[in-house]
Structures are given as structure tokens and as C-alpha cells.
């Protein structure tokens, strides 16, 4: 259905004449006229204020289908810092409703979830931002902190909340409960970086070795496993060398070089790691639109190092992919911006 259509049933559905819906917008009848004959459309400026005449959301005056919602709620979650609590509910309210009629119930579940983490997000900039004026106030009290610690993702220094053992039964669990063909090797990654992340190295050998026999699995992913390993054990040469050994078996694999930087700033060791983040960007100008994580590694470390202007010029880097590759235009700087505090791209909160 067109808009001016749309705006006809709902106006006639709402008792209102065209007189009295032109005159709550501040608008000539014959403006509303001309919009549901089809002869004009509404400036988009008047669309909110219409959508709050009738008791609507923008989303229903254009009469979306499913599959058109569906990917304008994603497109705003990959886009917006935060939701209004209206817009919240509707999108949720939605998206259950979808999960009784979609068929592919995974992307509804995955949609919802998304939401629910963007609100998280934002809560926890909030938790955040009131924590650290608490905690500068009263830097004895240690509530605050705790907070701070759950709102920026900090490492704590006890092990019952440090641990990961939730997440590593869960990917088990998915793992054995696996009965698609060919199994995935998606699950085994997600598993086998917890393990490593509690230092549970044995098993994530074990792991790696199941990993190695399915047929979609990155070699040069289990190579790097094999580093990263060594490194949960303390035993950095070994680390090293064999990530080394991995570059240059993989030389030709932007990935491998990717996650090769990785690893080499988990160590500190930033120069390399700034080197090879480089390398790996330039390996994939063939390969256009590229993904960012490169260059948000890079405007990370340089911020680390108090270098803020070489930062600065990563950062002016990143914006220019996003217009170039990805189609952003030069009035779509509110979403550069939100997407860029979403990634704390100069290392602020």
C-alpha cells in the first residue's frame, strides 16, 4: 500500500476530516489531499508528527512487509548508539510476534538478541559514566568499581567471576548436539578461544584436533590456536616461533596475517603488531568493501601510546572506507560518528 493511501485508511480510521489532520500538522487540506491522491508525499521532516496523530510508528505509515521491518531493524542496530524505549518495544514486540510466524526462527532469535544487547550497551555506557564520577569522588569505595569492572568488560582479578566454565559447557553442549552435515567449525573456534582465555590448554588441544577433521575449518586458524596455546602456558618462544612459522606457511592469506597482528598486540608487542594489521589492510584492496578491524586495531594501539595524532589519521582512514567502500555519504556523519563511539575507536568510553 502507498503512503497516501495509508494516510487515507488511517486518518478515516482515526474520525478525522482532512481539515482537522492538516490542521494538527500546521498544513493546508489541500496538501493532505494531494498526498492521498497519490500527487504528492509528505516532507519527511512531518513524518513523526504524523505517525503521533494517528498512534503509529513511522514503520507502519509506510505499510512495511515482514522482510522489509526485518532488515530496517537491523540496519538501525547496526547504525544507532542507542533505541528510544518506544521504538524498543515495538521492534521486540515485533520480533516475538515473528518468532511464531518466520520460518527461519535462528535470524528472529539472533534479531532479538541483537536488541536486547544495543540496550545493554547503552546501559553500560550509562553504568559507566556514572561509576567513574562515583569512583573519582570516593576512590575507597568499592562497589563502583565492581561496577565499572561489568560495564567495560574489565578483567577481574577474582576467578569465580573471571572464569568462563558457563560458556565452555555451553559450547560443548552445541557442539555434541551438532547434527547438521557438514558439521560446522564456527562452534569449535568460539569454544577453543574460551579455553585458551582460562588457560584450559589441554583441552583445547583436544579440541583444535576435532576441529582439524571437519572440512570447513581454516588451517591457518589452528595453526594460530597452536601459538596462542603456547602463550596460555608461559612458553613464549614457543609462542612466537610457531606464529612465525604460520605467517610464512600462510603468507598469502590476509587473514592469516590479520590474526597474526592479533597476537602480536595480546603481546604488546605493538610495533609488529601495527606492521602486520598494515599488511593484512593491503592485502584486501582487491577485495572491496573491506572490514575495519585492521584499521581499529591500529587506532587502538596508537592511543595506547599516547600517539593520538597517528590515531587521528587512522581514524580519518576508517571514515573514508565507510564512504568509499561501504556507501556512506558526507551528510551520514551522525552514524559515522555512532558508529565509531560504538567501537571507542580512540580508546574512549
Not at 547504525?79 to 518495544?89: D, G, I, N, P, R
Request: net charge negative; charged share 30%.
Amino acid at each position: 500500500m502507498e503512503i497516501g493511501n495509508k494516510i487515507k485508511q488511517l486518518r478515516n480510521k482515526s474520525g478525522m476530516t482532512q481539515e482537522q489532520l492538516a490542521a494538527m500538522l500546521g498544513i493546508s487540506a489541500q496538501s493532505v489531499s494531494k498526498w492521498e491522491t497519490g500527487i504528492a508525499m509528505p516532507d519527511i521532516t512531518l513524518l513523526p508528527l504524523l505517525a503521533e496523530c494517528f498512534g503509529v510508528s513511522i514503520d507502519e505509515l509506510f505499510d512495511l512487509t515482514a522482510e522489509q521491518k526485518l532488515r530496517r531493524i537491523a540496519s538501525r542496530m547496526d547504525t544507532e548508539a542507542e533505541l528510544s524505549a518506544e521504538l524498543f518495544v515495538e521492534y521486540r514486540e515485533f520480533l516475538e510476534m515473528q518468532l511464531e510466524e518466520h520460518s527461519d526462527r535462528a535470524r528472529i532469535l539472533g534479531l532479538l538478541a541483537r536488541l536486547y544487547h544495543l540496550r545493554m550497551e547503552a546501559d553500560a555506557r550509562r553504568v559507566s559514566k556514572y561509576a567513574r564520577e562515583a569512583i573519582k569522588l570516593a576512590p575507597e569505595r568499592k562497589e563502583c568499581q565492581w561496577l565499572l569492572q561489568m560495564a567495560e568488560g574489565d578483567a577481574p582479578w577474582d576467578w569465580n567471576i573471571a572464569n568462563h566454565s558457563g560458556v565452555i559447557d555451553f559450547y560443548k553442549e552445541v557442539i555434541e548436539g551438532d547434527s547438521g552435515e557438514p558439521k560446522t567449525p564456527l562452534p569449535y573456534y568460539c569454544l577453543i578461544d574460551t579455553l585458551i582465555a582460562d588457560h584450559r590448554t589441554d583441552e583445547a588441544r583436544k579440541y583444535v584436533e576435532k576441529c582439524a577433521a571437519l572440512p570447513g575449518h581454516k588451517p591457518f586458524l589452528l595453526a594460530v590456536y597452536g601459538a596462542h596455546i603456547a602463550l596460555a602456558e608461559y612458553d613464549e618462544s614457543a609462542a612466537d616461533r610457531l606464529m612465525e612459522e604460520a605467517i610464512e606457511a600462510y603468507s598469502g592469506e590476509s587473514g592469516m596475517i590479520f590474526e597474526a597482528a592479533q597476537y602480536y598486540a595480546k603481546k604488546c608487542d605493538y610495533e609488529r603488531a601495527v606492521e602486520l594489521y598494515e599488511r593484512s589492510w593491503e592485502m584486501e584492496e582487491n577485495k572491496k568493501p573491506r572490514y575495519t578491524d585492521a584499521l581499529q586495531g591500529m587506532a587502538r594501539i596508537y592511543a595506547i601510546l599516547g600517539a593520538r595524532e597517528k590515531a587521528a589519521t587512522v581514524y580519518d582512514r576508517w571514515i573514508s572506507c565507510l564512504r568509499d567502500e561501504w556507501g556512506f555519504a558526507e551528510d551520514d556523519k551522525a552514524v559515522l560518528d555512532t558508529i565509531m563511539e560504538k567501537n571507542s575507536v580512540l580508546g574512549k568510553k
